[in-house]
């Protein structure tokens, strides 16, 4: 098989786009997929400074990496969950990538700045689904990490893959908000929050373990140990088996909602406006922002265990 841009001997086949590369050619493909992307929703402009969620993962890395290879202003932002030698092992493998490309990393450890609060513990002391409250943290910490930082833009690492598997489940439960929403651009709703985006929204969970291959990123292969059983594991595994019969029917059904679909839900009931926490200062629908009440309920919970003890 050769490669469909220079005709070389291919070492990548993406039967989703019927099509085969070399290693050069694929990385030229993956970049400039991205870049696409990134001017067809006008998610950012060179101008702006770019705050990238990274995971240790191969898709956050392999964005981060795109975005410097283009040329874009970026710091990378890891968020320690203290979920034991997954967390370990994640921190070092963002670490060393950072460091070997000479790349600004913060570092956010929930157990030593939360008191102790890492979503295992956390979910223990709740009753709570650990993605739940994991989902509460990740948005509360890049939400202020990127408005201190001055950052105009937070970009996550969410692929095609993660975006057919949720928009499934929205259709299957019909949740009218959420589908309004479903889009790789969301516009802050509140002077303290940026402007949230997902670069890869076109790209494959397989593309971006090609990528981070082929340009020797050294990643974390396990899944979370907190996600067996999730419920976006079960929607994912169903678009595997249509996109195994049916190639391209993950990206032909994120890109027809977005072209047909999401003008339709558009109407979709609003949020109410947001306010302010009246304890962490962040946005809120509320008085207490959900994050508060998490933390608040982790203090009953503790309190009332050590007094029944």
């Not at 770019?50 to 710091?75: C, F, Q």
């Amino acid at each position: 098989m050769k490669c469909k841009r220079c005709s070389a001997t291919a070492t990548v086949q993406l039967r989703s786009h019927n099509t085969a590369f070399c290693k050069p050619c694929f990385v030229f493909f993956f970049q400039r997929g991205v870049e696409r992307a990134i001017a067809r929703e006008r998610m950012f402009s060179r101008d702006e400074r770019i705050l990238v969620a990274v995971s240790g993962g191969k898709d956050s890395l392999a964005l981060w990496d795109t975005l410097v290879a283009l040329g874009y202003e970026t710091e990378g932002l890891y968020l320690g969950l203290g979920i034991g030698a997954y967390s370990s092992a994640s921190e070092q493998k963002t670490r060393t990538f950072a460091e070997r490309r000479g790349l600004r990393l913060q570092v956010v450890a929930l157990d030593e700045a939360e008191a102790g609060l890492g979503i295992p513990s956390v979910a223990a002391a709740t009753r709570r689904p650990a993605c739940s409250a994991c989902g509460t943290f990740k948005r509360h910490h890049f939400d202020r990490a990127a408005l201190a930082g001055g950052f105009a833009v937070l970009a996550t690492g969410h692929n095609l893959d993660d975006e057919a598997a949720r928009l499934l489940g929205n259709v299957l439960h019909w949740q009218l908000p959420y589908l309004a929403k479903q889009r790789p651009v969301l516009e802050p709703t509140h002077p303290r929050f940026v402007r949230k985006v997902r670069p890869l929204y076109r790209t494959s969970e397989l593309e971006s373990a090609t990528y981070a291959f082929l340009r020797g990123i050294d990643y974390v292969v396990e899944e979370c140990p907190n996600s067996a059983g999730a419920t976006q594991l079960i929607y994912k595994d169903v678009m595997n088996r249509l996109e195994n019969e049916m190639p391209g029917s993950k990206l032909a059904f994120v890109t027809d909602f977005l072209s047909h679909g999401l003008p339709l839900f558009a109407k979709a009931p609003e949020i109410a406006d947001l306010g302010e926490c009246a304890r962490c200062g962040m946005p809120a629908a509320g008085d207490v922002c959900g994050y508060c009440r998490l933390v608040a309920e982790v203090g009953r919970r503790r309190a009332q265990a050590v007094a029944h003890s």
